[in-house]
């Protein structure tokens, strides 16, 4: 208890530094502007930021990315509820009954309690961080070579699973990212791989270079070249139409804790992440109200529920990433890649081993959705006004950022021509509908994967069976296989149902 107590003391002597509130801070508020931005994406303002993380220490980077990360869940609903066009995709379900909300008049009410829920499920989810680490932690000690291989198949499987393009095109997309996790060195006998005589490629592909190339530049090429609709006006919202009713609270405070139970369960699983949460909770208050036909007509449960399950899920995402080194999701993909940069490596002795480190995070959390309070609901009319900005003012401006920042990191024009070649790629995979998320998962997890393989195959002398003989590693890669067979019944189901709508299209030809 004392050493806890310690522990949290200096994480807060470390939150609280003048640097790591300023960098909270501004995570936060660039988290804000991404989400309320449609076509930004998490992903890819992740990926433009993390060249300052070299000119950064580990901590701070870590809080500023963070931060980033769930301001982006609390700005993200902005534009569903004004807009019907989500920031982010784990904010799709806000606009289902947020922006009826705004088109009856309520939007003021709708955008300040998804504040207040996205707050509940923050703290909530926080609380279910500090409790579950220690289970968590005493669960990895269990884990060896073989373990920690099977987890990180049972990661890259769930990824694909919860892909939003076909399973076939996310594991194909696992697959190359694999591949290019492979360029570089042997980690074993230090012989050259597929670097085809390149200098620049004999330390590996770039991680920053290929997640701001796979994800930054196609979101600027798509959102430029589209349509997006914008805010007229920002006069519609005043300080007394975001008022919520008494019956507004009573309706919503219920909603708010049962969505962050869903969000808190989810997201601590590797591969669910917070938009299956937000959906199974919508699926859940419509499933229990007295009155489910007025959801999609503007229920407040419909926006309390999702956002505190989304905010909550983004919380306990770290859990898995912490104590088992293992990344729920491409954003905790990206953030695991920090930790590895900085010779950090997260796994079952992370709490005892960076204890400052991971209190300082938890501290860090709080007080970042703390001025995520402050900033989303006096300065809500200034995120608005920015929904009036045309994008062709933005998007030079980030190619220029963009840029700049890879070229700083290891002041190689190289990793330029990295960028655009995957930018191209990026571009070309989400035209023919390939998801680029589960790559950089792959990128990321090749060397867990391949160096837990080969020590594995070492300690049980070649002999592949003896994954199945360890009771982790076998009940870890039999949820694969299953996971497998369920993409696989979801495949023909989805092939038949075409088949008999041709069959039927022809018949009444």
């Not at 501004?26 to 989400?35: A, I, N, Y």
């Not at 994954?467 to 038949?496: N, Q, Y």
Request: proline share 5%.
């Amino acid at each position: 208890m004392v050493d806890i107590f310690g522990n949290l003391l200096s994480g807060v002597q470390a939150a609280f530094a003048l640097d790591s509130l300023l960098l909270c801070a501004l995570g936060v508020s660039l988290g804000t502007l991404v989400g309320v931005l449609p076509g930004i994406g998490t992903i890819a303002s992740l990926s433009m930021l993390m060249p300052l993380t070299y000119h950064l220490d580990t901590f701070q980077s870590l809080i500023m990315l963070a931060g980033l990360y769930y301001g982006a869940a609390y700005g993200g609903s902005t534009a569903s509820i004004l807009l019907n066009l989500p920031g982010t995709a784990n904010t799709a379900v806000t606009s289902l009954d947020g922006y009826p909300m705004s088109q009856s008049g309520r939007g003021g009410i709708a955008l300040f309690m998804t504040s207040i829920a996205s707050f509940v499920g923050s703290m909530l989810g926080i609380g279910a961080l500090v409790g579950l680490a220690p289970i968590f932690t005493q669960v990895a000690y269990q884990f060896g070579p073989a373990e920690y291989f099977s987890l990180a198949v049972l990661g890259l499987v769930a990824a694909a699973v919860v892909s939003s393009s076909s399973p076939m095109h996310a594991l194909s997309m696992v697959a190359v990212g694999l591949l290019v996790s492979f360029v570089g060195v042997d980690p074993n006998s230090g012989a050259q791989r597929y670097s085809f005589g390149i200098s620049e490629l004999v330390g590996g592909v770039s991680l920053v270079a290929l997640a701001t190339g796979l994800f930054g530049i196609p979101e600027v090429i798509a959102s430029a070249g589209s349509n997006h609709v914008r805010l007229q006006s920002s006069d519609k919202i005043t300080w007394r139409s975001m008022l919520p009713t008494s019956e507004d609270w009573a309706r919503s405070w219920k909603p708010m804790f049962r969505g962050a139970g869903v969000g808190g369960f989810f997201g601590a699983l590797p591969g669910a992440g917070g938009t299956i949460a937000t959906f199974i909770s919508y699926a859940i208050e419509k499933r229990i109200h007295k009155h489910p036909e007025e959801f999609g007509k503007g229920a407040i449960e419909g926006i309390a529920a999702p956002e505190s399950a989304n905010n909550a899920a983004i919380q306990t995402a770290f859990i898995p990433t912490l104590m088992l080194g293992v990344p729920g999701d491409p954003v905790m993909a990206l953030l695991l890649g920090v930790f590895l940069i900085n010779g950090i490596i997260p796994g079952p002795g992370f709490v005892d081993n960076q204890p400052t480190l991971f209190w300082g995070l938890v501290v860090s959390f709080v007080v970042g959705n703390l001025l995520l309070l402050i900033l989303n609901i006096p300065f809500v009319r200034v995120w608005i006004w920015i929904l009036t900005i045309p994008y062709k003012y933005l998007y030079p401006a980030i190619i220029i950022f963009v840029c700049i920042g890879v070229y700083t990191v290891q002041l190689q024009t190289f990793d330029l021509f990295v960028v655009a070649g995957f930018g191209v790629f990026g571009f070309i995979a989400r035209k023919l509908r390939f998801e680029p998320a589960p790559l950089l998962l792959g990128f990321v997890l090749g060397p867990l994967l391949e160096q837990n393989l080969r020590t594995a195959m070492i300690l049980f002398r070649g002999d592949a069976t003896r994954f199945l003989g360890e009771p982790l590693s076998a009940g870890l890669l039999g949820v694969s296989a299953l996971l497998i067979c369920l993409m696989a019944v979801i495949a023909m189901r989805r092939g038949a149902s075409i088949s008999n709508g041709l069959a039927v299209e022809k018949s009444e030809q």
